[in-house]
């Protein structure tokens, strides 16, 4: 048995993300056509770490 961490109050939990090629699709250490995305090395076609938010884009 784990001893529970507590921080103000609160049980602190130690969570890792961990990348899914089947939820966000493939990713690349190499940039491609497509892939506009850097993230902690690797190239996405879009922003899975944003947390899905609307995307807003602002054109002149």
């Keep these: 048995m784990t001893k529970k961490k507590y921080r ?5 939990t ?3 993300v961990v990348y ?3 939820r966000y699709g493939p ?3 190499a940039k491609r056509n ?3 995305h850097y993230y902690q090395g690797y190239w996405y076609r879009t922003p899975w770490w944003a947390g899905g938010g609307p ?3 602002i054109r002149p």
């Excluded at 103000?8 to 602190?12: A, I």
């Design 55 to 57: 995307t807003v884009v």
């Design 20 to 22: 899914s090629r089947d």
């Design 27 to 29: 990713r690349y250490r």
């Design 34 to 36: 497509g892939y506009g």
């Design 8 to 12: 103000n109050g609160k049980v602190v």
């Design 14 to 16: 130690k969570r890792k």
